[in-house]
Structures are given as structure tokens and as C-alpha cells.
């Protein structure tokens, strides 16, 4: 198991956001993690087995963009900003094969009132497999609240 690090934003928003992915749904179905958080940027990990590939053997590119989708949606959320992606491209540089460890980073490119852009890389290892881009509509901030029994 990945302990997930923070790499310097508020450790309220931190746990928050931590707990908030181990309760996603569709992250648990596909095993996505949380491994580092700092302010502006996202790393998440998937681990790839079998049920993850497609017809050929390799990852499907469904959960290549899902993960590039994941982080670059938390980048957004570690500065305490809450968003839905509007638009998101994505191209696949190569297609690894199940037993593979990928690596999303995201990262946020600018902020506006509305509209928040960011990008993604997915790696296995060193090897970049697919980069992203993304814009996405600001819905509110960070709820946050600490333990009434603090």
C-alpha cells in the first residue's frame, strides 16, 4: 500500500482530499491511489492487472485518460478549489501491458475565475505513455471542516 505524501499543502486539505479519493467509487473499481499531493500538482498510481487490459493485452486507453483525468482534477483540488471537467484531449504515446505501474501527474497551467486549465503525463517508469490537457469549471472551494472532538 502507497502511503500518500504531502508535499507541502494544508493538512486539513490534505486529509481531505485523501479520504474524499479512498471513498470514490470509480477510484476503487479501478485502483486508483493517491500517492503525492503539493500545491498545484497531483501524483496517483494504478497498478495494472488483467482486468485493466484490452482485447491486445495492454491497458486500455479508457483508464490511461481516466487517470490523467484524476490527476489533473486533483491537482485543481490541492489548492483547495472544487471543478468538473469541461474538456479534456488526450494522446497515447504507447500502450503497456498488464503488470505495469502507471504514474499520473498533474499539473495546474492557470487559474481564471471560471475556467481552471491543467495537464497531465502518465508514465510507466521513466516513459512518458500519454500526455493530457484539460480545462475545467470552478464549482466552489474546499469544504473543510476538522473534528468537532479536537
Given amino acids: 500500500m502507497i502511503e500518500p505524501k504531502n508535499m507541502g ?27 503525492a499531493l503539493a500545491p498545484g500538482s497531483a501524483e496517483l498510481v494504478v497498478e495494472i492487472d488483467e482486468r485493466h487490459t484490452n482485447p491486445l493485452g495492454r491497458v486500455h486507453g479508457g483508464l490511461i485518460a481516466s487517470l490523467a483525468d484524476a490527476a489533473m482534477g486533483n491537482a485543481i483540488r490541492s489548492l483547495g478549489v472544487r471543478g468538473v471537467t469541461i474538456d479534456c484531449s488526450i494522446s497515447f504515446l504507447s500502450a503497456p501491458p ?5 504514474v499520473g501527474k498533474g499539473r495546474v497551467v492557470k487559474t481564471g475565475r ?18 493530457a ?18
Fill in 9 to 35: 499543502i494544508d493538512e486539513l486539505l490534505f486529509h481531505h482530499i485523501i479520504e474524499a479519493n479512498e471513498q470514490t467509487p470509480y477510484y476503487r473499481l479501478v485502483g486508483i491511489r493517491t500517492q
Fill in 98 to 102: 498488464a503488470g505495469a505501474l502507471l
Fill in 114 to 131: 471560471n475556467v481552471i486549465f491543467a495537464e497531465a503525463s502518465v508514465y510507466v517508469g521513466e516513459d512518458v505513455v500519454a500526455c
Fill in 133 to 150: 490537457q484539460g480545462s475545467f469549471f470552478r464549482t466552489g472551494v474546499a469544504e473543510l471542516q476538522k473534528n468537532l472532538s479536537e
